[in-house]
């Protein structure tokens, strides 16, 4: 009897390290692929132009292209912009823009007629956003962009409009600035193998549609009616 019930003590034992055993095995395993993954997890580096402004206190200053280093990890996407707008003074009356640009991701906010985002680099242009600042109370701008596959999209206003981590490109934008008697919004576009197009204002389409021709760099300005 006694040792029937040390033979069964032992069985269970054996039960217990084979379990115990495979457990440790998986999680070694589980460990392995994980530490693999972000070995191989790819990251891609390219230098761009971004366009960057110096202020005094006193001043506008001084604006010029200087070139960045913009990194991301392949196979992983770019979260939509939450920043405020630019910090810098763009003018009491002004609107500020930045982009979502292909392997570049978002670009730093510009203004008032700057350029946003890239030429020559066949580097579409995959979002947008725009804010405004000191605009007279119910002066609202609306924006919204035609991608591919999709047409055009809801108008946004101050938030993003076009979609990132899809590889969707912007052929065409509009934007209106409503309520507003004193000021107006133009804008121009620069569109694969047409380069910069002629500027059109409030509502009017800038890019094309149903050419398959992507958007690459974006300039936006208030003025006065």
């Not at 982009?99 to 020559?120: D, E, I, M």
């Not at 047409?194 to 936006?220: C, F, L, P, Y």
């Amino acid at each position: 009897m006694k040792a029937l019930f040390v033979q069964k003590i032992k069985n269970h034992s054996k039960d217990i390290l084979m379990k115990i055993t495979s457990a440790t095995f998986l999680i070694v395993i589980l460990s392995i692929f994980l530490h693999s993954s972000s070995i191989y997890a790819k990251q891609v580096c390219n230098t761009i132009k971004q366009w960057e402004c110096s202020y005094s206190s006193d001043s506008y200053g001084s604006c010029e292209w200087v070139d960045r280093d913009s990194c991301y990890i392949e196979g992983k996407t770019t979260l939509p912009p939450n920043q405020p707008a630019p910090p810098q003074k763009c003018g009491e009356v002004s609107v500020s823009y930045q982009v979502h640009a292909k392997n570049a991701g978002w670009l730093g906010y510009t203004c008032n007629g700057s350029q946003a985002g890239t030429t020559g680099q066949s580097r579409r242009v995959e979002a947008i956003q725009l804010k405004t600042t000191g605009l007279p109370n119910g002066c609202l701008l609306k924006y919204q962009v035609h991608a591919k596959e999709k047409g055009w999209l809801s108008a946004r206003e101050g938030e993003q409009a076009g979609t990132t981590g899809q590889s969707r490109r912007i052929e065409a934008i509009k934007a209106h600035l409503g309520g507003c008697k004193k000021y107006g919004v133009k804008y121009r576009v620069h569109a694969k193998d047409k380069g910069w197009m002629n500027w059109v204002q409030d509502g009017e389409q800038a890019g094309t549609t149903g050419q398959s021709r992507r958007i690459e760099a974006i300039e936006i300005k208030l003025f006065e009616k």
